[in-house]
C-alpha cells in the first residue's frame, strides 16, 4: 500500500491539529506504516497571524512533553485547497473545520471527516480489511452520511480548544486525541502492524 497523506485541521493550527498530527506521527511511526502526517488551519482565526502568534503556546509544549513530543519547532499555517487535494484523508478537530474544507474544495468531503466521527463510524463499518486501500475504509464509513449531519456544533463530533483554560485542559486535551487516535489506528492501519495492540500501544 503506498503511503497515505493525513492532514489534520483546526481554527488557528496552534493548539489541536498540530497536537494530533504530532500523537498520530507517533503512533504510525512507532507502528512501522508510512504515511505523512500535517497539520493547518482554516484561517478562522487570522488576527493571530497578524498579532505574530505562530508558536504553540508553553501549555501545549508541556501537555506533549509528557509524550516524549517536542513541539518547539512547530510554525502555525493556514490550509489551502492544495493541501486539500492532495490528502487521502482528512481530519478536522470540530464540525467547522470539515465543513470549512468542503467548502473550499467539494471533492474533499468524502474524505474529511471529525476525528471523533470517523472513529465512530469506523467502529460501526469495521476495521479495514487486509488489502483494502484506505479509501475504500473510508467508503464504507461514508455510507448513510450526509452533509446535514454536520451543521452546528455538537460535542459528540468536537473537540474543545484548551486555549485560554486551565492548564489541565490542555492534558486532558492531549489525553482525549490520544486516545482517539488510536482508535482509529487501531481500525485504519491495525491489519498492517499488529492489529490490535495497537490500541493500547
Known amino acids: ?16 491539529s498540530p ?6 506521527h ?26 505574530h502568534v505562530v508558536t504553540p503556546p508553553d501549555e ?13 519547532g512547530h510554525r502555525r499555517r493556514d490550509a489551502a485547497a492544495a493541501d486539500l487535494t492532495a490528502a487521502d484523508l482528512i481530519l478536522g478537530m470540530a464540525r ?12 474533499a468531503w468524502p474524505r474529511a471527516f471529525t476525528l471523533k466521527e470517523l472513529v ?9 480489511c487486509p488489502g483494502e486501500p484506505v479509501s475504500g475504509w473510508l467508503a464504507r464509513a461514508q455510507q448513510g452520511r450526509a452533509a446535514a449531519m454536520l451543521l452546528g456544533d455538537s460535542p459528540d463530533d468536537d473537540i474543545a480548544d ?8 490542555y492534558s486532558a486535551t492531549a489525553t482525549l486525541l490520544d486516545q482517539l487516535l488510536g482508535r482509529l489506528v ?11 495492540s495497537l490500541l493500547n500501544s
Open 120 to 128: 465512530r463510524r469506523g467502529t460501526q463499518a469495521g476495521p479495514r
Open 60 to 72: 501545549i509544549r508541556a501537555a506533549l512533553a509528557g509524550f516524549g513530543i517536542d513541539m518547539r
Open 186 to 196: 487501531a481500525l485504519c492501519w491495525g491489519g498492517e502492524s499488529g492489529g490490535a
Open 96 to 107: 467547522e473545520h470539515v465543513r470549512w474544507a468542503a467548502v473550499t474544495e467539494p471533492t
Open 162 to 169: 484548551p486555549v485560554g483554560g486551565p492548564r489541565t485542559g
Open 19 to 24: 497536537m494530533a498530527a504530532a500523537l498520530l
Open 26 to 51: 507517533r503512533r504510525l511511526t512507532a507502528a512501522g506504516i508510512p504515511a505523512t502526517v500535517d497539520s493547518a488551519g482554516t484561517g478562522h482565526l487570522a488576527c493571530l497571524a497578524r498579532n
Open 1 to 16: 500500500m503506498p503511503p497515505v497523506n493525513v492532514l489534520l485541521l483546526c481554527s488557528a493550527n496552534l493548539c489541536r
